[in-house]
């Protein structure tokens, strides 16, 4: 701090303005203005570029995670509702959109919604498509945010793999999922959904670690899962068995 009042102290030495003439002299004192916004902004622009940098050591992404809802509906096995809730806390100075990565296995492209945030489909790579969600309002450091997005889903031609996956690659607190075959008969009351954790970005062949085998709720028609606080730098798959005709048809 001192430092930096000597150095200002040394530019308005060298430009000859002393305080005892700034008000003698207008044209000085719109100098000495002029260097003092200058400074004050060379200063502003300093703090915000090394509080950024710091920031990014802690949170590469700009954001923290803190939990997140997601839900996978049918009622006849070939229209899918696909929808997440995120609630995250902002670790940048400021941000006004954010991306999120998601993998659809169907053939058809899927229509994109959301009820709290302008969404658009910005690009695809490696099979992963890139979704750019645009706040309503700026967000500060540590203001929290919740993100929504809702994606109908056209899986008429049964190609689509019966799973709901999650990244994580940062700390999160809570992840529920939630998958309801509202189409199912009795006959598919027997089911289990498996969840599965594997390594991101390891190399060699990919080995997939059972967390937790869930039962299907006869009366819900649905599997239900809560994840609190997962290990980061996993892929996270809740992964189904596709009901049959056999279990689709109506029992005698």
Same mark, same amino acid.
């Given at each position: 701090m001192w430092r930096w009042i000597g150095n200002l102290a040394a530019v308005l030495t060298l430009t000859g303005i002393s305080l005892s003439h700034l008000l003698e002299d207008p044209f000085k004192s719109w100098l000495a203005l002029i260097v003092f916004t200058a400074v004050g902004g060379y200063i502003a622009w300093l703090v915000y570029r090394t509080t950024e940098k710091l920031l990014k050591l802690h949170c590469q992404i700009g954001i923290m995670p803190i939990s997140t809802f997601a839900r996978?509906?049918?009622?006849?096995?070939?229209?899918?509702?696909?929808?997440? %809730?995120?609630?995250?806390?902002?670790?940048? @100075? %400021?941000?006004? *959109?954010? #991306? !999120? *990565?998601f993998a659809w296995t169907g053939t058809k492209p899927p229509t994109v919604t959301s009820d709290l945030q302008t969404i658009k489909l910005v690009g695809t790579e490696a099979g992963a498509s890139r979704l $750019?969600?645009?706040? @309503? !309002?700026? $967000?500060? %450091?540590?203001?929290?945010?919740?993100? !929504?997005? $809702?994606? #109908?889903?056209?899986?008429?031609?049964?190609c689509a793999d019966p799973f709901l996956e999650q990244i994580v690659r940062n700390p999160i607190r809570f992840i529920s999922f939630r998958v309801e075959l509202l189409h199912v008969t009795p006959r598919y009351h027997r089911e289990q959904a498996v969840l599965t954790k594997t390594k991101l970005d390891e190399n060699g062949p990919l080995i997939a670690e059972t967390i937790a085998k869930i039962k299907f709720d006869g009366i819900t028609k649905s599997f239900e899962y809560n994840l609190t606080d997962p290990t980061p730098g996993y892929r996270y798959r809740l992964k189904w068995t596709r009901p049959t005709h056999r279990d689709l048809a109506r029992s005698k």
């Open positions: 996978w509906a049918t009622a006849d096995g070939r229209n899918i509702v696909y929808e997440v %809730f995120r609630n995250i806390q902002v670790k940048r @100075p %400021f941000i006004k *959109q954010i #991306d !999120h *990565q $750019r969600f645009i706040l @309503p !309002h700026v $967000r500060v %450091f540590n203001e929290t945010e919740v993100l !929504h997005c $809702r994606m #109908d889903l056209d899986d008429s031609d049964q």
